[in-house]
């Protein structure tokens, strides 16, 4: 059932910043600010947040008696998506019959008679404490999803939760920068304990900065306007002193932050998403779909490139090219992790298990190192969750994605496209960064990654302003023969 919101009609839903809705951007820009929130009381105080925000929004719109209907429309595959996964733990910790255990987990059942069990009847999961506590953050995550979309009601409110991302990633970027001076590898780690987490953090607000930016450029003129020299230099000059001056400013430091991580697959990722979506621009039709991408990113990133050379992006270069696959402790652990998906093929070990079960199948390498995480996401969710929990989360990003994309090729309005760009750049480099380490271990991270999506398919269906529509058609970016044809799909 889909929570029940204010519809855009409504005057109290257009306002920018009710008070529920502040309190929602000061938890997320507090987040990341713990170690990334990868302490107990660090996540347990984000899902109590969560959960609070979640019975006082639903209390209030249930008592105004408003539902969108248009809410529960686009969202309805989602939301059983999200609810089927976000239960599975709680499936997976719930104690079964020995016969019932047997049938669906069978090592399982032989594990815990070969330990000593007194009764070999039990839950599937492995250690059913640690799956009660994946199943209380998997619901907190699904609550800021679903928070996300039922308060982000107006272009204005999405407009404040972008922000509010980007303000985020540039104070964990100048805090990072500041604090580099004291590590003699110009190291960025930012308020986490591993830069790579900062890297998959920033993997995040950079697109979407990013996506502020297409939604605050200009459209390019036409070839008959002319222009003086000085009305070049007037107008450079107001753009550098204005929003879109310092926002420049704010994605060069962040992008510098992430250099200096020196995290491979966190820059590799985020450059590979980059491309990809940019080049997915040039599916969409006219002339206006290829300007605002490729006028942006190119330039910024070359000037992040000169940038970082000159801070010691040396160090980052260094480390790719002594990169050595074989050597790499990472994936000797994901081939092992393998074994275990073998065993616990279907419903895996347990979500928040692999810690528990990894040292079996480790060898003689567990007496030296403890390992907690894969190293590898996707390998982690396969050992914990088996095929049926993987399949169900792959379900629900590759459903997000193709609506979001849908989105992106449709909208004209430039904000709207922003948006969906950074979403898809953003969600797409951390889920490849997640073949390399575990970000989405990192309460923080999980939760900046949810309401990045979410963020993305509000846009794709949230009413345009009249006046940004306007603004593009008058700007002659667009041909009388394409505004006929009906490519809008504005609501």
């Not at 510098?256 to 040039?282: E, H, I, K, P, Y």
């Not at 992790?337 to 567990?366: C, H, M, N, Q």
């Given at each position: 059932?889909?929570?029940?919101?204010?519809?855009?009609?409504?005057?109290?839903?257009?306002?920018?910043?009710?008070?529920?809705?502040?309190?929602?951007?000061?938890?997320?820009?507090?987040?990341?600010?713990?170690?990334?929130?990868?302490?107990?009381?660090?996540?347990?105080?984000?899902?109590?947040?969560?959960?609070?925000?979640?019975?006082?929004?639903?209390?209030?719109?249930?008592?105004?008696?408003?539902?969108?209907?248009?809410?529960?429309?686009?969202?309805?595959?989602?939301?059983?998506?999200?609810?089927?996964?976000?239960?599975?733990?709680?499936?997976?910790?719930?104690?079964?019959?020995?016969?019932?255990?047997?049938?669906?987990?069978?090592?399982?059942?032989?594990?815990?008679?070969?330990?000593?069990?007194?009764?070999?009847?039990?839950?599937?999961?492995?250690?059913?404490?640690?799956?009660?506590?994946?199943?209380?953050?998997?619901?907190?995550?699904?609550?800021?999803?679903?928070?996300?979309?039922?308060?982000?009601?107006?272009?204005?409110?999405?407009?404040?939760?972008?922000?509010?991302?980007?303000?985020?990633?540039?104070?964990?970027?100048?805090?990072?920068?500041?604090?580099?001076?004291?590590?003699?590898?110009?190291?960025?780690?930012?308020?986490?304990?591993?830069?790579?987490?900062?890297?998959?953090?920033?993997?995040?607000?950079?697109?979407?900065?990013?996506?502020?930016?297409?939604?605050?450029?200009?459209?390019?003129?036409?070839?008959?306007?002319?222009?003086?020299?000085?009305?070049?230099?007037?107008?450079?000059?107001?753009?550098?002193?204005?929003?879109?001056?310092?926002?420049?400013?704010?994605?060069?430091?962040?992008?510098?932050?992430?250099?200096?991580?020196?995290?491979?697959?966190?820059?590799?990722?985020?450059?590979?998403?980059?491309?990809?979506?940019?080049?997915?621009?040039?599916?969409?039709?006219?002339?206006?779909?290829?300007?605002?991408?490729?006028?942006?990113?190119?330039?910024?990133?070359?000037?992040?490139?000169?940038?970082?050379?000159?801070?010691?992006?040396?160090?980052?270069?260094?480390?790719?090219?002594?990169?050595?696959?074989?050597?790499?402790?990472?994936?000797?652990?994901?081939?092992?992790?393998?074994?275990?998906?073998?065993?616990?093929?279907?419903?895996?070990?347990?979500?928040?298990?692999?810690?528990?079960?990894?040292?079996?199948?480790?060898?003689?390498?567990?007496?030296?190192?403890?390992?907690?995480?894969?190293?590898?996401?996707?390998?982690?969710?396969?050992?914990?969750?088996?095929?049926?929990?993987?399949?169900?989360?792959?379900?629900?990003?590759?459903?997000?994605?193709?609506?979001?994309?849908?989105?992106?090729?449709?909208?004209?309005?430039?904000?709207?496209?922003?948006?969906?760009?950074?979403?898809?750049?953003?969600?797409?480099?951390?889920?490849?960064?997640?073949?390399?380490?575990?970000?989405?271990?990192?309460?923080?991270?999980?939760?900046y990654f949810v309401v990045v999506l979410a963020m993305g398919m509000r846009a794709s269906v949230l009413p345009a302003r009249?006046?940004?529509?306007?603004?593009?058609?008058?700007?002659?970016?667009?041909?009388?023969?394409?505004?006929?044809?009906?490519?809008?799909?504005?609501?």
């Amino acid at each position: 059932m889909a929570m029940p919101v204010r519809t855009e009609d409504d005057p109290e839903a257009a306002e920018c910043c009710p008070l529920l809705f502040q309190v929602f951007l000061a938890l997320v820009f507090l987040a990341p600010l713990p170690l990334g929130g990868n302490r107990p009381w660090a996540w347990g105080a984000l899902e109590i947040g969560v959960f609070l925000l979640f019975g006082l929004g639903y209390w209030r719109a249930a008592r105004m008696e408003s539902i969108d209907d248009a809410f529960a429309t686009h969202y309805r595959m989602p939301a059983l998506l999200w609810l089927l996964w976000s239960l599975y733990p709680l499936a997976q910790a719930t104690p079964l019959p020995e016969p019932l255990l047997g049938l669906l987990s069978r090592s399982t059942l032989e594990l815990r008679v070969l330990t000593g069990w007194e009764d070999p009847s039990g839950p599937i999961s492995l250690d059913r404490h640690e799956t009660l506590q994946a199943w209380l953050k998997g619901m907190a995550y699904c609550g800021a999803f679903w928070l996300t979309l039922a308060w982000t009601t107006s272009q204005q409110r999405l407009k404040w939760l972008m922000l509010t991302v980007v303000g985020s990633g540039v104070f964990q970027a100048l805090y990072g920068l500041l604090m580099v001076r004291n590590d003699p590898n110009w190291t960025v780690s930012g308020t986490y304990v591993n830069r790579n987490h900062l890297a998959g953090l920033l993997e995040m607000t950079i697109p979407m900065g990013i996506g502020l930016m297409i939604g605050w450029m200009k459209s390019r003129r036409s070839a008959n306007d002319e222009k003086r020299l000085l009305d070049w230099i007037a107008e450079w000059l107001r753009t550098a002193s204005g929003r879109r001056g310092i926002l420049s400013v704010v994605l060069v430091v962040m992008l510098l932050a992430l250099f200096l991580t020196q995290s491979r697959a966190g820059n590799a990722c985020l450059l590979l998403a980059l491309v990809v979506v940019t080049l997915l621009a040039r599916w969409r039709e006219g002339e206006f779909s290829l300007s605002r991408e490729k006028r942006l990113v190119a330039p910024l990133l070359a000037i992040s490139v000169m940038i970082g050379a000159w801070y010691g992006l040396g160090h980052l270069t260094g480390r790719l090219l002594q990169t050595n696959l074989h050597g790499e402790g990472r994936l000797m652990i994901s081939l092992r992790s393998l074994a275990i998906v073998k065993d616990y093929y279907w419903f895996g070990s347990g979500a928040g298990t692999f810690g528990w079960i990894y040292p079996r199948y480790a060898g003689e390498e567990s007496a030296v190192t403890f390992l907690d995480h894969a190293h590898n996401d996707h390998v982690e969710i396969l050992v914990e969750q088996g095929v049926v929990g993987y399949g169900l989360l792959a379900g629900i990003l590759i459903y997000c994605w193709i609506f979001i994309l849908q989105g992106y090729m449709r909208r004209r309005d430039p904000f709207m496209r922003g948006v969906t760009f950074g979403s898809l750049v953003a969600t797409l480099a951390l889920s490849l960064h997640a073949l390399f380490d575990f970000n989405f271990q990192i309460p923080a991270n999980a939760l900046y990654f949810v309401v990045v999506l979410a963020m993305g398919m509000r846009a794709s269906v949230l009413p345009a302003r009249r006046s940004a529509l306007s603004a593009y058609y008058n700007t002659g970016a667009i041909s009388r023969s394409a505004r006929q044809g009906g490519t809008d799909n504005e609501h």
